[in-house]
C-alpha cells in the first residue's frame, strides 16, 4: 500500500553478499517515494545470487504488486538478475545504474582518463 499510494513507479534492485554470523545473499527491491526518502518495498536472503533466486524473489515481487503503470527498473549488470527481469516484468522498461556502467567501463578500459565536455571522470 505504501508503494502504490506514496512512490515514484521506479524500483531499485540490489543484491548484498552477507558476511556477518548469517551468510547468504540478501536482495532487495528499493524505491524513493515522494518526499525523496528511501522505501524499502521487498528483501530476502537466499543462498545464491543466481538466475533461480532473482526469478523467484521478481515472482513474489510482481504477485504483490501487479502491474504498475510507467513502471521502471534499475540495477547493476548482475547476470542472473538480467535474464530474470524479463520473465515477470514484460514491457516494463529495465535501466541500469551508471555509477555500475562506469565501474564496468573502467575495468574493461583501465588506466586512461575519460573526458566529456571538459569534465574529468576518475
Request: with cysteine; charged share 25%.
Amino acid at each position: 500500500m505504501g508503494f502504490t499510494e506514496g512512490c515514484k513507479p521506479f524500483i531499485g534492485l540490489d543484491e548484498c553478499h552477507l558476511k556477518g554470523v548469517y551468510k547468504g545473499i540478501m536482495l532487495s527491491a528499493t524505491l524513493v517515494d515522494v518526499d525523496s526518502f528511501l522505501f524499502l518495498l521487498a528483501f530476502v536472503v537466499v543462498e545464491s545470487e543466481a538466475g533461480d533466486s532473482w526469478r523467484w524473489f521478481l515472482e513474489m515481487l510482481y504477485d504483490a504488486i501487479g502491474d504498475v503503470d510507467g513502471l521502471a527498473l534499475m540495477s547493476d549488470k548482475d547476470k542472473g538478475l538480467e535474464s530474470a527481469v524479463p520473465v515477470d516484468f514484460l514491457g516494463v522498461e529495465h535501466r541500469t545504474c551508471v555509477r555500475h556502467l562506469y565501474s564496468h567501463f573502467k575495468k574493461k578500459y583501465p588506466g586512461g582518463v575519460v573526458r566529456k565536455t571538459g569534465v574529468e571522470l576518475y
